[in-house]
């Protein structure tokens, strides 16, 4: 007979250590504390807002914990594996990788810059695979993690009336690495899952409300059946449950925190 579970402790990510890519603004930035909230230390990795970063980290320690900032491109193969080297030397374990980075660069696809496409699959996809990998092998150790890979509900619709092709691919193709991964990883005792998250303000979509307001309203937020966009805050409690003791059961998955804009 299998033992109860302390219910009251399904979320508690007490001594558990995470690395979240993308983490110093935006969804990223929620993400990290939401698992630091939870007790897990994070390595807030980016490539450029460094010290958006280190004030995150400063913040989150404030609160007890060893939570640091970490400079790297997730498309550099050395980059990633620094990365990884560094979070072994401190912590000689990881728990939980959320693979947040990502970029997106519009355009007609028939006059799409192929420098444009290679950048958006370098981030987005070798970005997510790089850094799997990497940390991967030192889930591989020690037989158990969690990875999330930050995908979207673009992965598996178009995205209108804006044109981005490349993105849109890139996140089908982060859905289908994660079942991958999933099923690769699963005799390790590792999980990896999906969030595909739908309309959410950030930085960039407050610049297209200031710019385009009439898409914002009329298109993003009438295409949901709650009529509206989401908050970063709304996707928290999803990585944290993923992240968690509670998923212990589901990997592969591709989580989908839209509003309900892909039901119609």
Same mark, same amino acid.
């Given at each position: 007979?299998?033992?109860?579970?302390?219910?009251?402790?399904?979320?508690?990510?007490?001594?558990?250590? !995470?690395?979240?890519?993308?983490?110093?603004?935006?969804?990223?930035?929620?993400?990290?504390?939401?698992?630091?909230?939870?007790?897990?230390?994070? !390595?807030?990795?980016?490539?450029?807002?460094?010290?958006?970063?280190?004030?995150?980290?400063?913040?989150?320690?404030?609160?007890?914990? $060893?939570?640091?900032?970490?400079?790297?491109?997730?498309?550099?193969?050395?980059?990633?594996?620094?990365?990884?080297?560094?979070? $072994?030397?401190?912590?000689?374990?990881?728990?939980?990788?959320?693979?947040?980075?990502?970029?997106?660069?519009?355009?007609?696809?028939?006059?799409?810059?192929?420098? $444009? #496409?290679?950048?958006? &699959?370098?981030?987005?996809?070798?970005?997510?695979?790089? &850094?799997?990998?990497?940390?991967?092998?030192? &889930?591989?150790?020690?037989?158990?993690?969690?990875?999330?890979?930050?995908?979207?509900?673009?992965?598996?619709?178009?995205? #209108?009336?804006?044109?981005?092709?490349?993105?849109?691919?890139?996140?089908?193709?982060?859905? &289908?690495?994660?079942?991958?991964?999933?099923?690769? #990883?699963?005799?390790?005792?590792?999980?990896?899952?999906?969030?595909?998250?739908?309309?959410?303000?950030?930085?960039?979509?407050?610049?297209?409300?200031?710019?385009?307001?009439?898409?914002?309203?009329?298109? #993003?937020?009438?295409?949901?059946?709650?009529?509206?966009?989401?908050?970063?805050?709304?996707?928290?409690?999803?990585?944290?449950?993923?992240?968690? $003791?509670?998923?212990?059961?589901?990997?592969?998955?591709?989580?989908?925190?839209?509003?309900?804009?892909?039901?119609?």
């Amino acid at each position: 007979m299998v033992a109860k579970r302390d219910y009251a402790r399904l979320f508690d990510l007490t001594g558990r250590k !995470a690395i979240v890519t993308g983490g110093s603004r935006g969804i990223g930035r929620a993400l990290a504390q939401a698992l630091a909230a939870h007790g897990a230390d994070v !390595a807030i990795v980016v490539r450029s807002t460094v010290d958006q970063a280190e004030d995150l980290a400063r913040e989150l320690n404030d609160k007890g914990g $060893d939570s640091f900032a970490i400079r790297a491109d997730v498309s550099n193969p050395e980059d990633v594996e620094r990365l990884a080297a560094e979070v $072994d030397a401190r912590w000689g374990r990881a728990d939980i990788l959320v693979n947040n980075a990502g970029v997106i660069h519009p355009g007609e696809a028939e006059t799409y810059a192929l420098s $444009d #496409w290679r950048a958006t &699959m370098a981030v987005n996809v070798e970005g997510v695979f790089l &850094m799997s990998q990497a940390i991967g092998r030192l &889930m591989i150790r020690q037989r158990s993690g969690s990875i999330v890979n930050i995908g979207s509900m673009s992965g598996r619709i178009v995205n #209108w009336p804006f044109k981005h092709s490349a993105y849109n691919v890139s996140k089908a193709a982060v859905h &289908m690495m994660t079942k991958c991964l999933a099923t690769e #990883w699963a005799e390790h005792n590792i999980r990896v899952n999906a969030l595909a998250p739908g309309y959410i303000l950030t930085e960039l979509t407050e610049e297209v409300l200031r710019e385009h307001p009439d898409v914002v309203n009329d298109h #993003w937020a009438k295409s949901a059946v709650q009529n509206r966009i989401g908050t970063v805050d709304e996707l928290a409690g999803a990585v944290v449950y993923l992240a968690s $003791d509670a998923a212990s059961f589901t990997t592969g998955e591709i989580h989908t925190v839209d509003g309900g804009l892909t039901l119609r």
